[in-house]
């Protein structure tokens, strides 16, 4: 009687292989035989053994094989943790799936066979990396060691196998002709097989006992013990763990600011260190908290259960509660020194960065006060000046200088300073182009002037206002129409869905009184009397979408009609202020701009890309690092966005409970006039913590304990310092945690090899 | 034709389709025990299959699945919620006159404990596999304590010893159980034989056909046109009469399924007895009795032990006393009974034992009894030997061998 054990990991075929050769020897010559497994708690990866007995006689021993004339090994890594060697009869041979030669293997008494079965596998497409499945080339190397026809081989094979037979059938053959170790036939194994049992007449009294063998290899706890000593990690074919994937406010955020990190913070009460991570990104979280149209709440996967983070409200707290102590300004530690034109929030934030980085910089800004647009284009009561000049003092105590009333081009300050940077903004309307456009005051202007020169442009009580345009600068102007005393109404040629300006604040303006007509274009524009113009409209429809993919207005023909009112007022859009640059045209864009003068300009802001603060504070610093590597010497690339953001369909929603949001109140007083106070309220502490409560924490650990809570194994615990931690030792790699994972913040790879 | 399948190495016997011989009208293949079980049923036609997973069972109704869905078997298959619904779909099923097939293990067996008495003492024929496991602590490895506890349910229980011996005993059990209405349960060792492919010899449909006729509904059966009440409140004059006629058709039983074995060897060439009894004369000084596959790996050791004979039990419910008495009758009165327990029901003897001493009341034969391979413990040939040892010298009157 023949005796051959098997060893292999679950998953790799050895238990249907060992029955493919029974039956292959069953129809050989009529043998009787017997093929079994001896499972584990049986799994994927686990170690797991094989028996076969094939004899010309009934075989009457129903065992496991402690003495085999043959060890086969379907997954070298075996060797190093189960003992597949012992019991070999003496001069027994062994076949080993491996790469290595067959002298690394070779002891006296015992023929090695080698066959590489995981490359004949692969190279065949059975099974994956972390786990082939070698079986069809472990039998068609048992083949060549017993000298059985290939064609016998392959046909078992094929009517055997669950899946792949034509793969399977040539794996085995080139398994056959790729067999290393000793030439010829077997002679031992082959005078097993053909081995009769021999009556032996032993008598009791010559009884002696030899202890089976341990052939396991597995040490098996006891069920009342711990688990410990039972090593199984080496099972595992996927290796789950914790990884930190972008949250989309994250991601979403031009500016860079880490907005889950703050959040967390803030829930945590650590205001100050929440305050200092939003100001590594961006230096106006007062005055974001205000008027961004909060890009991080957007895509925020709270949406798909209730409805986003306040985000806004939670950096307004943070910004405002900074303390107003004096900052130490940074060291100045390079010689270079850096202009930059305009303090808007690019150029202050560039300013800022680069004073950080230890260059002397000098802001110029041609109106009278700092901010920008956030000074001149946003009105009080959206962004009250007391919370701009904070912010701005903080930059200038940290060592930026600013100097007001300074309209300068680069010509002039290339020969004071080694470096400028232009960020002038996008602050000229854009015209109308229809007849009698010289009537319509700008918007933007209109805005500039009123907040930095109280002119409200002879603006009174009763008068009818006619804006033109959908975007913040439209509905900012017919607010402060509203507020001098005028009926504002907007004209917009889409419908509310396109209106660029930020939703909230469209809501706010008309719940305050402004009428907004969609769908409505100016045609004309002609004078009519001393005070008043008449505005020719015409009824729009939506037809089929631009370039830009939304759908572009046409005017609905017959449909003009004239109305007089006091004033006109544009708001269709910027352009950028070239002047800095000097006469010759030049094309804006983010960083380094090529002049003639081969002055060394780099450019940000508004006028580079974006439209709003976040994005300007993104481009400012953005300039800065590029500046930094130009100044150094240094090449300069833009960080890589990160992959694979957190989306709502990686989000566990079932372990969270809805929770409702906490809004901004409003101030909205019965009469308006002549109040510019601000009309969004901030949230005190306490609301701003529990809003916090509502993050999902998208792509980072909180601490939930599911993993924990779920893991069969117990493989997870928490370490020293309170995280969540992986035991290896004994993860099997089923993925239940990252599963039950409510946040995505564990991700799991396949093991490449199983070791 | 003969078939040369060996390029220039070993010498080749006749292929197997010559071989096939040795029983007329049957294929040999090589098979899983489970899979054994399955064809069983397919060629008893088991007419309606309620199933349910459980390891290491699952294998039996799996294959059932697949040969009903290829449309080799004509049964109605049910996948049901547990073990204890797939009972109770069995007992209203074999009410409606149906042949019934299933197959479970261990917590499966337990858990349908109610309905099992249920079953039996409507008197409702069934073939049932169980693949031997015990309970707690977890363990899924070969063990018969969890049939060897359902014995006191009233069904028949068989113990095979090898795949040919389980599907030859399922075609004798369907026999049994619709003559007796009793049902019957055919029990086998978990992977030892459920996982074991080994050569069985699959017999034709037709040569099986004769041998079990189709059911015949009974009286009892569900008839539309007559309607009748199953499962009411049964007084105590009726139930009285009711357990006294499955007493008596009991005790037909154990005779009754030796006359089906014999006739079985006659019609299949494969002889069986309730009991087999081997080397047992009057120079033999120790008998190893056994149940299920330790059963062979005796065999190969007691070749060599010309002193050492062999009992083995296959039926064990109706306990096969008389057959028991006989095969023990050429004994010297010296000699001694050791009996192999895989189980434990939490008694100082095991099941086995029990039923021996019941069996042999009265005889002066010395009985030890020895626990090995319970919860799946490998019993190889050495510890069959000490056995034999333990046997010879100082025995207990209950032994553990190998206890890790």
């Given amino acids: 009687m023949l005796e051959i054990r098997g060893h292999a990991r679950g998953g790799q075929g050895m238990v249907t292989a060992f029955e493919i050769l029974a039956k292959i020897f069953s129809k050989l010559g009529n043998f009787q035989v017997q093929a079994f497994p001896a499972f584990g708690v049986e799994r994927t990866g686990a170690p797991i053994q094989a028996f076969l007995r094939v004899a010309k006689k009934e075989i009457l021993n129903r065992s496991n094989i402690y003495h085999p004339h043959l060890i086969v090994v379907f997954d070298e890594s075996l060797l190093e943790q189960v003992p597949v060697f012992n019991g070999l009869q003496k001069d027994g041979a062994v076949l080993i799936n491996t790469e290595r030669p067959v002298t690394d293997f070779s002891a006296p008494d015992r023929v090695v066979y080698t066959v590489p079965a995981t490359r004949i596998s692969l190279g065949l497409g059975l099974g994956s990396k972390s786990l082939p499945i070698v079986n069809a080339a472990m039998i068609g190397a048992l083949a060549r060691i017993f000298e059985v026809s290939l064609e016998l081989v392959q046909e078992t094979i094929r009517d055997n196998v669950p899946a792949k037979p034509e793969a399977n059938m040539e794996a085995a053959a080139r398994a056959l002709r790729s067999v290393n170790g000793a030439n010829g036939r077997n002679r031992f194994l082959i005078e097993a097989l053909h081995a009769q049992p021999q009556k032996n007449h032993r008598k009791v009294e010559d009884l002696h006992f030899d202890v089976p063998l341990e052939i396991n290899g597995m040490e098996t706890p006891f069920w009342s013990e711990p688990s410990s000593k039972n090593k199984t990690g080496n099972w595992r074919l996927i290796t789950p763990s914790y990884s930190d994937r972008p949250a989309p406010c994250n991601s979403n955020c031009p500016a860079g600011t880490d907005v889950r990190g703050f959040v967390r913070l803030t829930s945590e009460q650590k205001f100050d260190e929440a305050l200092e991570l939003i100001s590594r990104h961006n230096p106006f979280p007062s005055i974001c908290g205000r008027v961004c149209p909060n890009f991080c709440e957007q895509n925020c996967n709270r949406n798909e259960l209730d409805r986003g983070l306040n985000i806004g409200a939670i950096e307004r707290f943070l910004g405002d509660r900074a303390p107003e102590g004096k900052i130490k300004p940074a060291p100045v530690r390079h010689k270079e020194r850096v202009a930059v034109i305009g303090s808007g929030p690019a150029g202050l934030t560039a300013a800022l960065r680069l004073c950080e980085k230890g260059y002397s910089t000098t802001v110029f800004e041609a109106l009278p006060q700092a901010g920008g647009m956030m000074r001149a284009g946003i009105p009080k009561f959206r962004l009250p000046d007391e919370v701009l000049d904070r912010e701005i003092r903080r930059i200038e105590q940290k060592g930026v200088k600013i100097e007001l009333n300074k309209k300068v081009a680069v010509e002039e300050l290339s020969s004071r300073f080694d470096l400028v940077i232009a960020a002038t903004g996008s602050h000229i309307g854009s015209p109308l182009r229809i007849e009698g456009e010289e009537f319509a005051r700008d918007g933007i202007n209109f805005l500039r002037e009123f907040k930095l020169d109280h002119d409200a442009d002879g603006l009174h009580q009763g008068q009818e206002v006619a804006i033109i345009g959908g975007g913040n600068t439209a509905v900012d102007v017919a607010r402060t129409v509203l507020r001098l005393g005028g009926i504002p109404t907007i004209y917009y040629r889409r419908t509310i869905k396109e209106m660029p300006a930020i939703a909230q604040e469209v809501k706010e303006a008309q719940m305050e009184g402004v009428k907004i007509e969609f769908l409505t274009a100016p045609v004309a524009l002609a004078p009519a009397g001393p005070s008043q113009v008449a505005l020719t409209l015409t009824e729009m429809k939506m037809g089929e979408p631009d370039e830009s993919g939304r759908r572009r207005p046409i005017p609905v023909p017959g449909t003009e009609r004239a109305i007089l009112v006091g004033r006109v007022i544009k708001a269709i859009g910027q352009r950028a202020d070239l002047f800095a640059f000097g006469p010759k045209p030049v094309e804006p864009q983010q960083g380094y701009i090529e002049l003639e003068s081969g002055a060394s300009v780099f450019c940000a802001g508004d006028m580079a890309w974006g439209g709003t603060v976040a994005e300007a504070i993104g481009s400012g610093n953005k300039v800065a690092e590029e500046v930094d590597a130009y100044l150094r010497g240094k090449p300069y690339h833009e960080k890589e966005t990160l992959p694979e953001v957190v989306l709502p369909k990686d989000i566990n929603y079932a372990y969270y409970l809805p929770m409702a949001r906490h809004y901004n109140k409003l101030h909205h007083p019965r009469n308006l006039t002549g109040d510019f106070n601000e009309v969004a309220r901030g949230l005190d502490e306490q609301e701003v913590v529990a809003e916090t409560a509502r993050c999902l924490h998208c792509g980072e650990c909180f601490n939930c304990g599911n993993c924990i809570n779920f893991c069969p194994d117990a493989a997870i615990h928490v370490d020293e310092e309170g995280r969540l931690r992986i035991d290896y030792d004994y993860c099997k790699g089923c993925g239940i945690c990252v599963q039950e994972c409510p946040c995505s913040a564990m991700q799991f790879q396949l093991t490449e090899a199983v070791l | ?404």
């Fill in chain 2, 1 to 404: 034709m003969k078939k040369e399948h060996s390029q220039n190495g070993i010498t080749l016997e006749a292929p197997l389709e010559e071989s096939s011989g040795k029983y007329p009208r049957h294929i040999q293949v090589v098979m899983k025990g489970n899979y054994a079980a399955a064809e069983a049923a397919r060629l008893c036609r088991a007419g309606f299959i309620p199933a349910y997973p459980i390891t290491p069972q699952t294998t039996i109704v799996e294959r059932l699945s697949e040969l009903v869905t290829e449309g080799k078997l004509d049964a109605t298959y049910i996948n049901m919620d547990s073990e204890h619904s797939v009972f109770a779909a069995a007992m209203g099923a074999a009410i409606g006159g149906e042949r019934v097939f299933t197959a479970t293990a261990g917590q499966g067996l337990f858990y349908a404990h109610e309905v099992l008495q249920a079953i039996a003492h409507f008197r409702l024929p069934m073939v049932v596999c169980n693949v031997g496991r015990p309970s707690i602590p977890w363990n899924i490895w070969s063990d018969q304590s969890d049939s060897l506890s359902q014995r006191d349910t009233g069904w028949i229980q068989f113990y095979g010893e090898s795949s040919q011996e389980v599907l030859d005993t399922i075609i004798q059990a369907y026999v049994l159980a619709e003559r007796v209405n009793i049902p019957a349960m055919v029990v086998l060792d978990a992977f030892y034989q459920s996982h074991t492919s080994e050569n069985v010899w699959i017999p034709d449909q037709n040569l099986v056909d004769r041998f079990l006729p189709p059911i015949q509904p009974g009286e009892m059966a569900i008839d539309v046109l007559q309607p009748k009440s199953f499962g009411g409140l049964i007084p105590p004059e009726h139930y009285n009469r009711l357990n006294y006629n499955y007493w008596k058709a009991m005790n037909q039983a154990e005779a009754m399924a030796e006359e089906i074995a014999t006739d079985f060897g006659a019609h299949f060439g494969r002889p069986y007895g309730n009991v087999e009894a081997v080397n047992i004369g009057p120079e033999t000084r120790l008998v190893l009795v056994t149940i299920s596959s330790i059963t062979s790996t005796v065999r190969g050791v007691i070749r060599d032990y010309p002193e050492v004979g062999l009992l083995k039990l296959r039926l064990f419910k109706p306990f096969p006393k008389e057959a028991v008495k006989r095969a023990l009758a050429p004994l010297s009165k010296n000699a001694v009974i050791a009996i192999v327990e895989r189980n434990f029901l939490g008694d100082n003897e095991g099941a086995i034992m029990q039923e021996m001493k019941r069996a042999l009341y009265g005889s002066d034969l010395r009985m030890y009894d020895f626990y090995a391979g319970v919860g799946g413990k490998d019993v190889p040939p050495v510890t069959i030997e000490k056995i034999i040892h333990r046997a010879f010298h100082q025995p207990e009157e209950v032994n553990w061998i190998d206890v890790g």
